[in-house]
């Protein structure tokens, strides 16, 4: 055999390698479409049956829905009762607090004009009795007395 033979026959054996190693390829390729169509065949069940979950789920939450707006719409006039309570018992208490403030705001002039009338009472007393001392003392001293103090 000459050298164009021997290249002939490598070229050969390197097609057949490569025809395997691709039928292998395509064949793995194939097993897995082969999945892929059982899923895709089941996806029309599956979807059927999370569709009719999804419907069941948004009838009962439009049940609940209507439900809680049902009694949502008794307890209205009750929270409008509680809130006119609220609005009454907060003018009570202001006005209440109003005349509480006037009355501290009467104590307290009235305790401060008490507290100065006695601290002038104090303060006069003491000056009265200082005078009268310095009186007797001076009356003392022009009769003769001595008083060593």
Same mark, same amino acid.
């Given at each position: $055999?000459?050298?164009?033979?021997? =290249?002939?026959?490598?070229?050969?054996? #390197?097609?057949? +390698?490569? #025809?395997?190693?691709?039928?292998?390829?395509?064949?793995?390729?194939?097993?897995?479409?082969?999945?892929?169509?059982? &899923?895709v065949?089941?996806?029309?069940e599956?979807?059927?049956? $999370?569709f009719?979950?999804?419907?069941?789920?948004?009838?009962?939450?439009n049940?609940t829905?209507?439900?809680?707006?049902?009694?949502l719409g &008794?307890? &209205?006039?009750?929270?409008?009762?509680?809130?006119? +309570? =609220?609005?009454?018992?907060?003018?009570?208490?202001?006005?209440?607090?109003?005349v509480?403030?006037? #009355?501290?705001?009467?104590?307290?002039?009235?305790e401060? +004009?008490?507290?100065?009338k006695k601290i002038?009472?104090?303060? =006069?007393?003491?000056v009265?009795?200082y005078?009268?001392?310095?009186?007797?003392?001076?009356q003392?001293?022009?009769?003769?007395?001595?008083?060593? #103090?």
């Amino acid at each position: $055999m000459d050298l164009t033979g021997i =290249g002939v026959l490598l070229i050969g054996i #390197a097609l057949l +390698v490569l #025809a395997i190693s691709l039928a292998q390829i395509l064949n793995n390729i194939a097993s897995i479409l082969k999945g892929v169509d059982r &899923t895709v065949e089941q996806l029309p069940e599956q979807l059927d049956d $999370m569709f009719d979950e999804t419907g069941k789920l948004l009838h009962n939450s439009n049940n609940t829905l209507a439900d809680v707006n049902e009694k949502l719409g &008794t307890l &209205t006039p009750l929270f409008h009762i509680v809130g006119d +309570v =609220g609005e009454s018992t907060r003018r009570l208490s202001s006005s209440l607090v109003d005349v509480s403030k006037a #009355a501290s705001n009467k104590i307290e002039n009235d305790e401060s +004009v008490e507290q100065k009338k006695k601290i002038g009472g104090v303060y =006069g007393s003491t000056v009265l009795g200082y005078y009268l001392f310095r009186k007797r003392k001076e009356q003392k001293e022009s009769k003769g007395w001595k008083t060593y #103090a």
